[in-house]
């Protein structure tokens, strides 16, 4: 379908990935708990900006990368499974330092500077430096060699990311602005 070779697995994947918490999904959670709803849409109209920038060269690079010599995109693609394979692998190591206590404690959070939240947002997007890799790594998995437009292959699947980012992030932005007005209300 439009050169997807597994949109159930994409999906459930993508949900997962969206669900890490990152400095993204961070920054637009903290500048709705201190400046309210709008904001926190501000600051997530940032991410949207900068993550459709990386997705487009992420695209842009595989699209390319696939016309250009299959064999490539192959290497490139087992490539790409094996650092998403690693980053699983530190997840569940992460996890289970966790829980088993090893982890140090916790610094205490610092207010954000949130007065200028589209371009700081827009500023943490662009700068994270494994996104590219990561975004090219996870499309590539699910892009059919054999189909004619891969171009739109990668707008599909950035799209699924987009919608389900923006389920997402306004989700963190109503929790987190009603949270902080309830701590408000009642100090203690």
């Known amino acids: ?35 309210g709803v709008r904001a926190g849409y501000t600051a997530a109209c940032g991410v949207f900006v900068g993550d459709t920038v990386l997705m487009t060269a992420a695209a842009a690079g595989g699209a390319s990368l696939l016309m250009a010599s299959p064999q490539v995109f ?16 530190q ?19 610092r207010a954000v500077d949130a007065r200028q939240p589209f371009r700081k947002a827009l500023v943490v997007s662009l700068l994270n430096p494994k996104a590219i890799a990561f ?4 499309f590539i998995q699910f892009v059919d060699p054999a189909y004619p437009h891969p171009a739109l292959t990668f707008l599909i699947l950035g799209s699924i990311i987009q919608v389900l980012s923006f ?16 701590f408000r209300a009642r100090r203690k």
Do not use: H
């Not at 975004?135 to 996870?138: C, E, H, I, K």
């Open 1 to 35: 379908m439009f050169g997807i070779t597994d949109l159930g697995t994409f999906f459930a994947a993508a949900v997962f990935i969206i669900l890490l918490p990152g400095p993204n999904s961070l920054y637009v959670l903290s500048v709705a708990a201190q400046r």
């Open 74 to 89: 192959f290497v490139v693609k087992m490539a790409g499974a094996v650092y998403l394979g690693w980053i699983g692998l």
């Open 91 to 109: 997840l569940l190591r992460g996890a289970l330092s966790t829980w088993r206590g090893d982890a140090a404690a916790e610094p205490a959070p």
């Open 135 to 138: 975004l090219l790594s996870f």
């Open 167 to 182: 389920l997402y992030l306004s989700t963190l932005i109503f929790a987190g602005a009603r949270l902080a007005a309830a």
